[in-house]
């Protein structure tokens, strides 16, 4: 069965994990669920940075000053109007939507929006939107603070995401250590595979995410990526997209299988 939350939690600084759940975000979207992204992220604030226009409130004030404001007040509609050429149009459901709550704030809202009780107050806000969308998906960085315990011990499921280097396979093994201190697992492993020639094993990995070259979201343009991101819907939730190939991606696929 699917479930609901998951925190894709960096095992590194610029993993991708930001990235990684618009892409995972936009795939599960194009196959009916609507979606929303937490950003637990609060130092880089790169969630934000994909999103136009003021942010206010943000998610700090979230968990700090206006704790006593509903989820709805602080979330964006993301921009799905992707080229999604890779699926038949025709063949899909009616798509889902795509929401973000960014952290943008200044550094003494970020200092107060670290401390046991912001923390708590995420957790809280985790189970709000867990009764407000199909699937939750939280931008956790590297774990060090509270926001980060609060997210991979909140969500269901928890998703390293490395990348695919002898780095990144250093790291998921430091970030499964410090998941067990704090009372929880890694349930899955996504590698992000920036260069093509990823040193990642492939058993170490439930998935590996191509560099996507354009902006987010851009993995339902190629086959590669509707693959991809179809095996980390599975992996990081249990959620299997039925995303139908266009009629090219067919071919494509029917002339790979013969070659093998």
Not at 221 to 240: F, H, N, P
Request: proline share 6%.
């Amino acid at each position: 069965m699917a479930l609901s939350t998951a925190a894709l939690v960096g095992a590194t600084g610029g993993a991708g994990t930001t990235r990684s759940c618009l892409e995972l975000a936009g795939a599960l979207a194009a196959a009916g669920d609507d979606v929303a992204v937490l950003d637990a992220a609060y130092d880089t604030q790169g969630l934000a940075r994909h999103l136009p226009g003021r942010i206010d409130p943000d998610a700090t004030a979230l968990v700090t000053d206006g704790s006593d404001r509903p989820l709805s007040e602080a979330t964006i509609e993301y921009d799905l109007d992707a080229d999604c050429t890779a699926l038949d149009a025709e063949a899909l459901p009616d798509p889902g939507r795509v929401v973000c709550v960014p952290a943008r704030a200044p550094f003494e809202r970020l200092a107060r929006a670290k401390t046991a009780e912001a923390a708590q107050e995420l957790e809280r806000r985790i189970d709000e939107a867990a009764t407000a969308f199909d699937r939750v998906l939280i931008d956790t960085p590297p774990l060090g603070a509270n926001p980060a315990v609060a997210a991979v011990t909140a969500a269901e499921r928890v998703a390293v995401v490395a990348p695919a280097t002898e780095r990144g396979v250093d790291a998921v093994q430091t970030t499964r250590g410090c998941l067990q201190d704090v009372g929880t697992n890694a349930d899955a492993v996504l590698a992000v595979d920036r260069t093509g020639t990823g040193t990642f094993p492939e058993a170490d990995a439930d998935a590996t995410l191509p560099q996507f070259d354009a902006e987010a979201p851009a993995g339902l343009e190629t086959e590669t990526g509707v693959d991809a991101l179809t095996t980390a819907a599975d992996a990081v939730l249990g959620r299997e997209l039925d995303l139908p190939l266009a009629e090219s991606g067919l071919a494509a696929a029917v002339e790979s299988l013969r070659e093998r």
